[in-house]
């Protein structure tokens, strides 16, 4: 018994280190978005402070958050709806098919950091004149989340039985009438996964925005940089435009973690 009460109890510090340690720095953020500079540098005022919303009014109003988070909506919807309808049936097509070698590539795709197209894109881009549009920003964002949508998907549809498309191919089916009846109400949990992590992929995209948006276009991961000056800081406004960022992604990771789980390790064993 002592030795099963002992790792049950270094398990249980051994968890709360962790969590302590990953949910630190946000309950730090989130607190100095509620402060002022000044208060910021101060370490007396790091629990014991006057908490105030003049961050959030300077980021909602003043900055054009507002703006900045349509921009970050719009271009994470429709790079999510776009990579949806191109990956789900290639990947239908990889998996029923064993197009291995077509997978490789998906795969080789999905490993290659993103950061390395950047140049050959912003060359294609502004020699098309696309710069600076929501159309740049949509396709490069769909360029990077497919394979990824491709990858999920192949995984859950190798899970499903094939003996039910077979069975509708005998009753007369096509092989798309039995994806579209009978294979894809099954795979909404996995497209549902594979669309929840291609949100927050786009959502909390940086660098592409970054280099292929203009100021009209904007997305919240780049204008949180309007408050990095080069003689200062605007540590209160950084905090809270971070926050704002961060908490709408935290909420949704929250509510749907067990159908990512769920959907993630559904390919894990196939029948």
Same mark, same amino acid.
């Given at each position: ?11 249980? @510090? %051994?968890?709360?280190?962790? /969590? *302590?340690? $990953? +949910? ?8 100095? =978005? ?40 719009? @271009? %994470?919807?429709?790079?999510? /709806? *776009?990579? $949806? +309808? ?8 990889? =998996? ?49 989340? $497919? ?125």
């Amino acid at each position: 018994m002592r030795p099963r009460t002992a790792y049950q109890v270094f398990r249980g @510090v %051994a968890l709360t280190v962790v /969590v *302590l340690g $990953l +949910i630190a720095p946000l309950i730090w953020m989130v607190a100095a =978005s509620f402060k002022t500079n000044v208060d910021i540098y101060d370490p007396g005022k790091a629990l014991a402070f006057v908490p105030t919303l003049a961050n959030y009014a300077n980021v909602l109003q003043q900055a054009n958050y507002v703006e900045f988070i349509v921009n970050s909506l719009w @271009v %994470a919807f429709a790079a999510t /709806v *776009l990579s $949806l +309808i191109l990956g789900v049936p290639a990947a239908y097509s990889m =998996s029923r098919f064993n197009m291995r070698k077509s997978a490789l590539v998906v795969l080789m795709a999905r490993v290659i950091p993103g950061v390395s197209l950047l140049v050959p894109w912003f060359y294609v881009f502004s020699n098309l004149k696309l710069v600076g549009g929501f159309g740049v920003l949509i396709i490069s964002h769909m360029f990077v989340s $497919l394979p990824l949508v491709v990858y999920i998907m192949m995984g859950y549809f190798d899970s499903l039985p094939e003996e039910l498309e077979e069975a509708a191919l005998v009753d007369g089916l096509t092989h798309v009438g039995a994806f579209r009846r009978i294979t894809l109400p099954l795979s909404v949990p996995g497209i549902a996964t594979a669309g929840i992590l291609s949100f927050i992929f786009s959502w909390n995209n940086f660098m592409f925005a970054l280099v292929l948006s203009d100021a009209d276009t904007k997305t919240l991961p780049v204008a949180i940089f309007d408050f990095v000056g080069y003689a200062s800081i605007d540590w209160g406004g950084l905090m809270a435009a971070t926050t704002v960022v961060t908490l709408p992604i935290m909420v949704i990771a929250l509510f749907v973690q067990k159908y990512v789980v769920s959907g993630l390790t559904a390919g894990a064993t196939k029948g």
